[in-house]
């Protein structure tokens, strides 16, 4: 298609920016007010990367007889970048709903791993499932994903704890990250549960010997790309020792250290992951002020999982105080058997009233915070010249509309974005 550039959208009410000089994220007085446009246009160019946002009449101007693939109209609409979904666990076969009904009974999250249910259950389901079928359902949930505002989300292994089904799981992201518009950072979870039969010991032996080697090789073949690094750090499932072990080795091969830390009890991993250079770690609910200060120092994100407190009834991440302490907060959906939740707005607005974030705090921890967490904020996570063309168009002369409506987001965002392409229209 002839023109030079692909995709204009013009005369927003607001356009926000979130950053405005190239941070690579928010943190402290930094979130007290985002980067907002009023009455501004944006450019993507065929490249799907922005080349220019400014005042509505400005772009008029600068681009007058230039062709565009796409024009948009967004008068009385908002501009915000794509949704950044920090951690997800969206490949895998069986469905938990029983363990809902059992969770509204009172049954605690370690009562059902240890009656055979939890991970466990989720585990033998999906190394019965064939590829093609970890594919089908992976694809349908990101679009679920992608229809809510998600244009890049974090997709961990980790219901194989084999190496055979954990390289299945990994090739199915892969193929997503191949065929599917939404942006994917790849995470090898491996050690989310000790395999029935061996010890935390003998798993993370396993992992190091075998599966990590198995992880280079194919990373240096080109057949698999993985970004990340997990581990499920808990009493009862990996402690601290083979914890470090597992992330220094995955370290060792080029990955990111990012993990689940500190979610039902207490276990320093806030500060095994600073001492590490871990770039994320997820949960945190039980985290110490040491913790706290640690992953603050270290620049250290914090992935926060307000759907997990909320269905598990579990106390609630400290986000306040992580905010003042200056930690990078991010957010994620937690989108798993045991959280099913698509909805990063529904994820800020539950940040917002069980966290007590602001929506400033809270879209910044979605966007530019989750971009970090993965590795990824100069490239994504805000509208600024040079970043990729990720961005969602919603149906209000306010962005708060995004936080404040609970639910309904389906007929709030109207127009979805990835890379300059449209992926997504009411």
């Known amino acids: 298609m002839a023109g030079g550039h692909s995709l204009l959208l013009e005369n927003a009410q607001q356009v926000v920016l979130v950053c405005a000089r190239g941070e690579r994220f928010l943190a402290r007085d930094a ?5 907002v446009l009023e009455g501004a246009s944006l450019v993507v160019g065929k490249d799907g990367f922005i080349k220019a946002i400014g005042p509505a009449d400005v772009i008029q101007r600068q681009f007058s007889g230039e062709t565009f693939e796409e024009i948009i109209d967004c ?34 999250y370690m009562e059902i791993h240890q009656a055979g249910g939890g991970i466990h259950f989720t585990v033998e389901r999906t190394r019965q499932a064939s590829e093609e079928e970890l594919f089908r359902s992976l694809q349908q949930r990101l679009q679920c994903m992608m229809r809510a505002g998600t244009t890049l989300v974090e997709c961990k292994s980790g219901y194989g704890l084999d190496l055979e089904t954990e390289l299945k799981m990994l090739r199915v992201i892969e193929r997503a990250r191949r065929e599917l518009d939404i942006g994917i950072s790849a995470t090898y979870c491996g050690a989310h549960s000790v395999p029935k039969g061996k010890t935390a010991t003998e798993a993370a032996d ?32 990996f402690d601290l020792d083979s914890t470090r072990r597992i992330l220094q080795c995955g370290k060792d091969i080029g990955l990111q250290i990012n993990f689940h830390g500190d979610e ?23 985290v110490s002020d040491e913790g706290i200060v640690a992953m603050a120092t270290a620049r250290c994100s914090a992935i926060l999982l307000p759907t997990t407190a909320y269905m598990l009834r579990l106390k609630q991440p400290r986000a306040r105080k992580m905010l003042d302490e200056g930690v990078i907060v991010a957010l994620g959906s937690d989108f798993n058997p045991n959280a099913y939740c698509f909805s990063m707005p529904m ?66 965002i109207e127009y979805v974005i990835a890379k300059g392409k449209l992926i997504y229209k009411t």
């Not at 970048?81 to 509204?104: I, N, S, Y």
């Not at 991993?269 to 609910?285: D, T």
């Open 206 to 237: 396993d992992i190091i010997n075998n599966h990590l080697p198995k992880l280079k090789e194919l990373g240096r073949n080109g057949e698999i790309h993985v970004d990340n690094i997990d581990v499920f750090c808990e009493k009862g499932v």
């Open 347 to 412: 994820v800020m607005h539950l940040a917002c009233v069980n966290m007590r974030m602001s929506m400033p705090e809270a879209l910044a921890a979605a966007t530019i915070n989750a971009a970090y967490a993965l590795g990824k904020s100069h490239t994504h996570g805000s509208l600024e010249v040079g970043k990729q063309g990720d961005l969602i168009i919603i149906n209000s002369s306010r962005w708060e509309h995004l936080i404040y409506q609970f639910g309904g987001h389906h007929e709030l």
């Open 75 to 108: 008068s009385g609409k908002c501009i915000l970048p794509g949704l950044v979904d920090a951690h997800t666990h969206p490949v895998w076969a069986g469905e938990r709903v029983h363990e809902f009904a059992m969770k509204l009974a009172g049954a605690t």
């Open 31 to 35: 979130l007290r007010s985002l980067a």
């Open 264 to 286: 039902l009890h207490p276990m320093k991993a806030a500060e095994l992951g600073a001492e590490l250079g871990a770039q994320a770690i997820s949960h945190l609910e039980e």
